[in-house]
């Protein structure tokens, strides 16, 4: 369906650059306790990193100057919260993406699924090509 990111932010306007995990060493990053970042981010020790319980208080903290970068995933969560914090941000660096799909099961469904499987795939593909997943994104983000 789409590729989720996990990336760095930063406010809008603040003229930090990071393009390379090395450039965030020794920079004050937000994360979320419990969350996995990839496995070179979360094993880096000479980034640091501030803890916080949930993506709210990770924008929350952004917003209010306290930390200069957040990491978490672009799409969905920390890009809405964001917009609804009136918190702009901007990606720095993107440290992983892992596809997300959608599955049909064979035994439920048996040929039924293929057939829905390959009229979702068109569909959903039209309606990338026509910008309406754009147009919904847009309300959001």
Same mark, same amino acid.
């Given at each position: 369906?789409?590729?989720?990111?996990?990336?760095?932010?930063?406010?809008?306007?603040?003229? =930090?650059?990071?393009?390379?995990?090395?450039?965030?060493?020794?920079? !004050?990053?937000?994360? *979320? !306790?419990? $969350? =996995?970042?990839?496995?070179?981010?979360?094993?880096?020790?000479?980034?640091?990193?501030?803890?916080?319980?949930?993506?709210?208080?990770?924008? !929350?903290? %952004?917003?209010?100057? !306290?930390? &200069?970068?957040?990491?978490?995933?672009?799409?969905?969560?920390?890009?809405? %919260?964001?917009?609804?914090?009136? *918190?702009?941000? @901007? *990606? %720095?660096?993107?440290?992983?993406?892992? &596809?997300? $799909?959608?599955?049909?099961? #064979?035994?439920?469904?048996?040929?039924?699924?293929? *057939?829905?499987? @390959?009229?979702?795939?068109?569909? %959903?593909?039209?309606?990338?090509?026509?910008?309406?997943? #754009?147009?919904?994104?847009?309300? $959001?983000?």
């Amino acid at each position: 369906m789409h590729i989720e990111k996990t990336v760095i932010l930063a406010r809008k306007g603040t003229g =930090m650059k990071a393009t390379r995990l090395e450039e965030l060493e020794g920079k !004050r990053v937000g994360v *979320v !306790r419990g $969350y =996995m970042y990839g496995t070179e981010f979360d094993s880096n020790q000479k980034i640091k990193k501030i803890v916080c319980n949930n993506d709210e208080q990770l924008v !929350r903290i %952004l917003g209010r100057g !306290r930390v &200069p970068l957040i990491a978490g995933a672009e799409e969905g969560s920390m890009r809405y %919260l964001c917009k609804q914090a009136n *918190v702009e941000v @901007e *990606v %720095l660096c993107v440290l992983n993406g892992i &596809p997300s $799909y959608i599955g049909f099961s #064979k035994k439920a469904l048996g040929e039924r699924g293929k *057939v829905l499987a @390959e009229k979702f795939s068109k569909a %959903l593909r039209q309606l990338k090509e026509e910008g309406f997943i #754009k147009k919904i994104e847009s309300r $959001y983000f």
